[in-house]
């Protein structure tokens, strides 16, 4: 409540979590609240993921490709680019909706995809720093949330309330160097959120 409070009345900077970043091949990132970012050279305003040593960053955005419908739609696929520390774009393509990236010191890459149309349902996608896909699995549940390792060798995700399926309330685990699930469980009781 006090940060509130300060940023309410203006006694409390936020330029130093606001500070621009600067990556070597002349891009700059400027860094919002909740993971989004600005990047002026891309024309880019949206979710935003870096690896913990700053060498990549990924980002997506759920829209379609003219930018004039977003969030729910039956159409129009979102993107999503890897960049890395110089600037240059390492791999980039199309999800129907991508959300909540994560990328690992080596570049490996997961992105939730939360699919078009109605229903519970989405999918897992991990890559390699080259675009090459590692991991696919979908689910009859909508994600809640998702997570990779800093080496980028595995990957875990939860999975929402689904009535009458199997992967409802779940987490599952993926081994990216063998490019499979490894394990998955039903969350107890009480248990969920960040992972």
């Known amino acids: 409540m006090k940060r509130f409070f300060e940023r309410l009345l203006g006694t409390h900077s936020d330029s130093e979590k606001r500070r621009p970043v600067y990556v070597p091949g002349g891009l700059v990132i400027e ?11 891309l024309d880019f305003f949206g979710p935003h993921a870096a690896s913990p040593n700053g060498q990549y ?9 003219e930018g004039t419908i977003g969030g729910h739609r039956q159409e129009g696929h979102g993107s999503w680019a890897l960049m890395g520390n110089g600037g240059e774009r390492l ?22 995809d939360w699919l078009f ?3 519970l349902k989405s999918r897992l996608i ?70």
Not at 35 to 40: A, E, G, Q, S, T
Not at 97 to 110: K, L, N
Not at 160 to 181: I, K, M, V, W
């Open 91 to 112: 791999a980039e393509g199309r999800l129907e909706r991508p959300q909540d990236g994560h990328v690992a010191d080596d570049g490996t890459f997961i992105l939730s």
């Open 117 to 119: 149309g109605d229903g």
């Open 31 to 41: 860094p919002f609240s909740h993971n989004l970012v600005r990047i002026p050279q």
């Open 126 to 195: 991990a890559y390699g720093v080259d675009g090459q896909q590692l991991v696919q699995r979908e689910f009859s549940a909508n994600m809640a949330s998702t997570s990779l390792s800093r080496d980028g060798g595995y990957a875990v995700c939860q999975t929402a309330n689904a009535p009458g399926s199997t992967d409802s309330c779940r987490y599952f685990l993926f081994d990216l160097s063998l490019g499979q699930e490894i394990a998955s469980w039903v969350q107890e009781t009480g248990v969920g959120g960040v992972l």
């Open 57 to 65: 960053h990924l980002i997506w955005l759920d829209r379609n490709p």
